[in-house]
């Protein structure tokens, strides 16, 4: 189960609680009354057998007596009482359950997942305080207080932490789309709500409390699709063990996350990235009415490795110019304390104009010269006008509330103190490193193919023996057949050290095989020093991988460096039985990378392995050749290194073609939108290339077929493209007859795609290969809706 049903869960237009009370400290009286005091327009009925009426609402026995299907049953009746409840409502047509209740077993949460899978109910819970839809006046929980509408979504897995979050936010004026409490997330859990979350209209930006993680690979991929539209920002509970913190942190950065370290980090993260996401700038500029607060600005900006702008000449002599003799001459922008409000409008003219005021932080403190709120009326409209490029701080309390609320009125990003505000900015360079990585489409490279059966064999022959660990003879030969440079015999210990590193891999319990890269010798003893990285690992996430390490080899060296990682991440691959590895000293010098050696541990039990990868791997079992006009094409999975090759396929093709293809004018694609065609997930996504690799002009692209599966693996949608110049030559259906075998063999039950009318050829050549075409009731008259059933008949 994924996300079938949620939208019952999260935005019904009925309910019932079973378990509703009179009783005062009871659970199922507070959900009753919060329900009944949200405001909520759907029908509502509350359950108590011993009831006859409930706060003047009818009361029923059971679940067959409620004279409607509720879309939500909320559960506060006993544990053995839940599994018998999921059976009948799932027969009665109910397809979403929030289990409130605690205390439930082992047992009775198998047997309550039994009773719902046969109806795709879908199950919260249990031990969770509910959920709150505030959009639809929707308060199905035991919280406190109601939460006012906005455009966040959160979702936790501790109750109290939710209730305490939001009478934080209600005494902010945050609001929400949803507040979710996902207990024990025996069936509905992060990934679930990540990929319902992403499609919501009414969430921004989606903010998750997480204590642990049960399905790392469906949580990464859904994680990675979400961070792709919509900030997700992340609180993790626990920074113990610290190497598997660090491991977390890696997963966080490779899906394009942002985690922050505190509950109200969580919102000023959030608020950021609302009204200051797009701004590029790495520096920040202050502009402030007194140097003791650019003070405080420069120091907080120096612990955070923020790095201030410097003024350029043109900047400096406008400012020069409007400014008293005494100010600052320098980042931070000191406009001295006697400013009146046309000096702040003066100053913030000539920073909006200069390009090295890409950021801007608008420091004030209230001074008895100049009216707070003067000054803030007079600057709201210039800066509205350029929010994108403000942050804001002004410092006080009552003087300057109005001042506040005025920026606010405006949509400026303001913070309490300096220091915070200057956070801020630091998650935001943190977020945008993370989103480069994500998007990341790097140069095409190929390592050398390891020598996979040598290296099986070494490990069989261990293993058969009854070893664990390998032998220093035996570690470097596996080494030498994955493609890590190893020293052998005399040369051992000869190779100048320049620099000494280390790389380490092990099976985190969580999120599978990860890699460590670090200092070598006395530097690299601890198990959580360096930075961590989720294999596979490409070119780019390698370099990525030496820059978090803090490592700086000579740029000739990079690559063998990159290699020798890359290496390390196949080895974790082709190798389930490898449980750890310790290759240090790994020695860089100008011929390369050599290693001396390595401590390789085995494991019978194979806790590695693609199977373990929390990042699903290239299929690279899927690459054939095909047969075509009298020649060999190669057939494979697109790369995200085959940007450039994909930008050449689709600039060949005519406008007509693209037209047809992304049924809109044909345009120059972005690097972002060229990443998201060749940066897939290949757990829910496949894209197959023909490759023409004997082209004169080197390697070309000829047709892509494209597959995008929901969630659930029940649906999926397809797209068909064919180089302009080759077109009409039979190379269409090859493609699309791959995509089919390939969807038939992945369980898909329904391939979907949507065609305009008027392209005749595609819909031609859908008909012969079983598809049924139809107008689509839900598109323009010029779109038609074809579909093919992939189960096996009977």
Same mark, same amino acid.
Request: glycine share 8%; aromatic share 4%.
């Given at each position: ?6 939208? =019952? ?51 029923? +026995? ?17 544990? %053995? ?171 966080? =950065?490779?899906? #394009? ?145 109005? +001042? ?57 022959? +261990?293993?058969?023996? #009854? ?41 985190? @319990? ?42 700086? @080899? @000579? ?17 974790? +691959? ?148 064919? =180089? ?16 089919? %075998? ?53």
């Amino acid at each position: 189960m994924t996300q079938r049903h949620l939208d =019952r869960l999260l935005s019904p237009q009925s309910v019932a609680v079973f378990g509703a009370s009179d009783k005062p400290a009871r659970v199922g009286t507070t959900v009753w009354r919060n329900l009944m005091a949200g405001g909520f327009k759907g029908r509502l009925a509350p359950v108590n057998p011993r009831l006859r009426t409930l706060d003047g609402q009818p009361c029923f +026995a059971d679940v067959e007596t409620l004279p409607f299907i509720p879309d939500l049953a909320v559960l506060c009746t006993p544990p %053995d009482t839940v599994a018998p409840l999921v059976a009948r409502l799932g027969a009665r047509g109910t397809r979403a359950v929030a289990i409130v209740t605690a205390g439930v077993t082992p047992q009775q949460k198998q047997a309550a997942l039994d009773a719902a899978r046969p109806h795709t109910l879908r199950l919260l819970g249990p031990h969770c305080i509910g959920l709150l839809s505030p959009h639809l006046g929707l308060n199905a929980s035991f919280t406190q207080a109601n939460a006012l509408p906005g455009e966040l979504a959160l979702v936790s897995q501790s109750g109290a932490l939710l209730t305490a979050l939001l009478d934080w936010a209600n005494g902010e004026r945050i609001g929400f789309s949803h507040l979710i409490s996902l207990g024990e997330h025996m069936d509905v859990d992060f990934g679930d709500l990540l990929d319902h979350l992403v499609m919501d209209r009414r969430t921004r930006a989606i903010l998750l409390y997480i204590e642990s993680i049960t399905a790392p690979r469906k949580f990464m991929s859904a994680a990675r699709a979400a961070a792709r539209v919509k900030p997700v920002i992340v609180v993790k509970a626990g920074r113990t063990p610290a190497r598997e913190d660090l491991v977390f942190d890696a997963a966080i =950065r490779r899906a #394009g996350m942002l985690r922050v370290d505190t509950l109200k980090e969580l919102f000023i993260a959030a608020q950021t990235l609302a009204r200051f996401r797009d701004n590029p700038s790495r520096e920040l500029m202050v502009m402030t009415n007194g140097g003791g607060a650019g003070v405080m600005v420069a120091d907080a900006a120096g612990a955070l490795r923020v790095p201030l702008a410097q003024p350029g000449e043109r900047l400096m002599q406008r400012l020069d110019a409007l400014l008293p003799h005494d100010w600052s001459h320098g980042n931070p922008i000191d406009i001295i304390g006697d400013a009146p409000a046309h000096r702040y409008v003066e100053t913030l003219k000539a920073l909006f104009d200069a390009p090295e005021a890409g950021a801007l932080l608008f420091v004030h403190a209230p001074t008895a010269i100049a009216s707070s709120l003067a000054i803030a009326q007079a600057c709201a409209p210039l800066i509205a006008a350029n929010r994108g490029r403000v942050l804001s701080c002004w410092l006080g309390g009552e003087t300057v509330a109005p +001042a506040r609320r005025a920026f606010e009125a405006a949509g400026i990003a303001g913070y309490d103190t300096p220091e915070e505000a200057v956070r801020a900015f630091a998650l935001m360079q943190t977020y945008r490193r993370n989103q480069i990585a994500l998007r990341e489409t790097p140069a095409a490279c190929a390592n050398a193919e390891p020598d996979r059966r040598r290296a099986r064999r070494i490990v069989d022959v +261990a293993l058969a023996a #009854g070893r664990e660990w390998l032998d220093e003879s035996e570690a470097r030969e596996l080494l030498a057949a994955c493609g890590v440079p190893v020293a052998t015999g005399s040369g051992c210990g000869t190779r100048p050290l320049a620099p000494d590193l280390r790389i380490g891999a092990h099976v985190d @319990p969580v999120f599978g095989p990860v890699l460590r890269l670090g200092q070598g010798g006395t530097a690299g003893e601890t198990s959580c020093d360096g930075a961590f990285a989720l294999p596979p690992l490409n070119r780019a996430l390698a370099r990525e991988l030496i820059t978090r390490a803090h490592l700086a @080899p @000579p740029p000739a060296q990079i690559d063998a460096l990159c290699d020798a990682l890359i290496a390390v991440a196949q080895m974790l +691959a082709d190798l389930p039985e490898m449980a750890e590895l310790d290759i240090r000293p790994l020695w860089v010098d100008e011929h390369g990378v050599l290693a001396p050696g390595g401590r390789v541990r085995l494991s019978a039990r194979a806790p590695s392995g693609v199977a373990r990868f929390a990042v699903h791997p290239y299929p690279a079992d899927l690459v054939r050749t095909l047969s075509w006009q009298g020649r060999e094409l190669l057939l494979r999975p697109i790369r995200p290194e085959d940007e450039a090759q994909h930008r050449a396929f689709l600039e060949a093709a005519s406008p007509e073609d693209m037209r047809m293809r992304f049924f809109q004018a044909p345009h120059r694609l972005s690097h972002d939108e060229l990443a998201r065609l060749t940066q897939i997930d290949y757990e829910r996504e496949m894209a197959f290339i023909a490759v023409d690799e004997q082209a004169p002009d080197g390697a070309r692209t000829l047709g892509v077929v494209r597959l995008v599966r929901d969630p659930d693996n029940v649906e999926a949608e397809f797209a068909l493209m064919v =180089r302009t110049d080759v077109k009409h030559q039979g190379l269409g259906r090859l493609l699309m007859q791959a995509l089919l %075998d390939y969807a038939a063999a992945a369980g898909t039950q329904r391939i979907v795609g949507h065609v305009l009318r008027e392209n005749h050829a595609m819909l031609g050549l859908l008909r012969p290969l079983g598809f049924h075409l139809r107008p689509d009731d839900h598109e323009p008259s010029e779109i038609v809706h074809v579909s093919r059933d992939l189960r096996p008949a009977g």
